[in-house]
């Protein structure tokens, strides 16, 4: 068994790592992690020298793999690499579909494949994908091809949050139908019908019998209460037909598309995650500060919440800070909460911070990394010093909540005093010297809390304060971690 590792631009399909040897891992060799930190010191330099850089990464799995061989562990370590490696990239597993065609073939196997899906989940994988290519081939599937599967990942992904309802979702599929046998009974797959919500899983085809129709309807008014979308299944040739769709106006039902049983049980979890609740100060290190008469950043809170991750170490320069920001931004994103979006930018000037800021929608958190020089203020990429009320007129038409604010840089408290009389929620800074490490730890702290509590101050200023007893144990206090709010 044999992952190859294929790495697109967002949006194009000409490689970002280009050799004359594919890129292969395996658990039976040793992981090439000089080919890992290539990836992310190439997406920096990329991101530097022309604004953003997002990429895609397709971990093609070949040979055996999921055909009684599953090494979970193995699995973990890759998509934690991808992910820690990606900056904020989309991470896609690509399996041969022609595994799951006959449900008799897995049914035995679906416990393992379902944790299988659970490691993948674990890592935030964007999606699990199937492939038109096999297993046994030993080329590299199309660019274009992959591509595709990832433009069409991210409109299914779309789909997540308009069922983003209260409540379990289970999947029901019609009685006699293809995808009704791979759980070995007529109640679907991924789940009994046993949930507040549904995903009516159908088949793909051109008509749809009055039975059929039937039985759909039948089950809705059985369910009375609940929510319901439909779940179409199959190789998609052209949208899907008359008939379907006729269903789903009728029935007023949300529809998702996925190619086999594997897509629909990993969309399944992926929605649960999505829509499962949700569940003293050290006032030493946090203070209250007089906010201006006109603060910069205010306003209502709409939307899911929201992430900026910006990253000032040059990766010229600063090489091993920068690979570092790199997997600190994945260890971040696989630990918050999965409703969540997120932006991430390798390389930033200060120049394109409005922009960000603009393009990133509601935020709930900034997490700057980079150099810092007390009052001087903060470095970009370009080692540029802004002073603290320069990078808020960088910030002057912003015009919008800020619940929290980290700046991992040294000597950065200032910074971050100046962005909480700007009226951002929480600000946080160090008032000496750090590294990586200790920043690392307080602001998965942190951050996690902001954004699993959509910003709320209080759960921000506590988790501070565990963050910083973390660190008074390990030795680690002498960075003097401050956070600032406005009072009032």
């Known amino acids: 068994m044999s992952v ?51 990429v895609n990464v397709f971990l ?20 934690e690499l991808a992910r820690d490696h990606a900056w904020g990239g989309r991470i896609y597993l690509t399996v041969d579909r022609g ?28 999606d699990v994908i199937l492939s038109s290519v096999s297993r046994m081939n030993p080329n590299r599937p199309p660019p274009q091809l992959l591509q595709r599967y990832g433009d069409e990942s991210v409109e299914k992904s779309g789909r997540l949050s308009d069922l983003m309802w209260p409540g379990t979702w289970s999947c029901w599929a019609v009685p006699g139908s293809a995808i009704a ?3 070995g009974d007529e109640s679907g797959p991924a789940a009994r019908a046993n949930g507040k919500n549904f995903l009516i899983a159908v088949d793909r085809k051109s008509s749809f019998k009055d039975e059929e129709r039937g039985e759909i309807k039948k089950f809705i008014r059985k369910n009375r209460g609940g929510s319901f979308a439909l779940a179409v299944v199959g190789i998609a040739a052209s949208g899907f037909s008359a008939d379907l769709q006729s269903l ?78 790199a997997r600190d931004v994945g260890r971040l994103l696989r630990a918050i909460t999965p409703h969540s979006t997120y932006t991430v930018h390798p390389a930033l000037r200060a120049g394109q911070l409005s922009e960000l800021f603009g393009a990133a929608g509601e935020l709930t958190a900034w997490w700057f990394m980079g150099h810092g020089g007390g009052d001087a203020g903060l470095q970009d990429v370009d080692a540029r010093v802004l002073s603290p009320r320069e990078w808020l007129e960088k910030l002057s038409g912003c015009a919008r909540r800020l619940p929290l604010v980290f700046f991992s840089s ?70 003097k971690p401050r956070a600032f709010y406005a009072a009032g």
């Not at 998965?444 to 988790?463: F, K, P, T, Y």
Request: with cysteine.
């Open 248 to 325: 789903a106006a009728e029935l007023s039902l949300r529809v998702v598309e996925v190619r086999g049983w594997l897509e629909l049980r990993y969309f399944l979890l992926r929605l649960n995650r999505l829509c499962a609740p949700q569940s003293a100060l050290s006032t030493e290190m946090i203070q209250a500060v007089a906010p201006h008469a006109e603060t910069l950043f205010r306003g209502p809170y709409r939307d899911a919440p929201g992430l900026l991750i910006t990253n000032c170490f040059n990766q010229q320069q600063d090489p091993a800070l920068c690979l570092e920001a």
């Open 410 to 479: 040294c000597r950065s408290a200032e910074t971050a005093k100046a962005f909480a009389r700007a009226g951002a929620g929480v600000a946080i800074g160090f008032e000496n010297p750090t590294l990586p490490a200790p920043c690392r730890i307080l602001a998965m702290e942190v951050i996690n809390a902001a954004l699993a509590s959509r910003g709320d101050r209080g759960e921000i200023l506590s988790a501070f304060s565990a963050g910083c007893r973390q660190l008074q144990v390990r030795g680690l206090d002498y960075i």
């Open 4 to 54: 190859e590792v294929i790495v697109l631009p967002q949006g194009g399909d000409e490689p970002v790592i280009t050799t004359d040897r594919p890129w292969h891992e395996s658990r039976l060799t040793k992981i090439d992690y000089a080919r890992w930190a290539e990836l992310a010191n190439e997406i920096a330099r990329r991101a530097a020298a022309g604004g953003q850089f997002r």
């Open 60 to 79: 093609n799995f070949k040979g055996d793999h999921l055909v009684g061989r599953y090494d979970f562990d193995f699995v973990e370590k890759l998509v």
């Open 99 to 126: 595994i799951f065609k006959d449900p008799d073939d897995i049914r035995s196997s679906i416990p393992s494949i379902a944790y299988w899906l659970e490691t993948a989940h674990r890592g935030r994988a964007a």
């Open 181 to 183: 046998r791979f759980d």
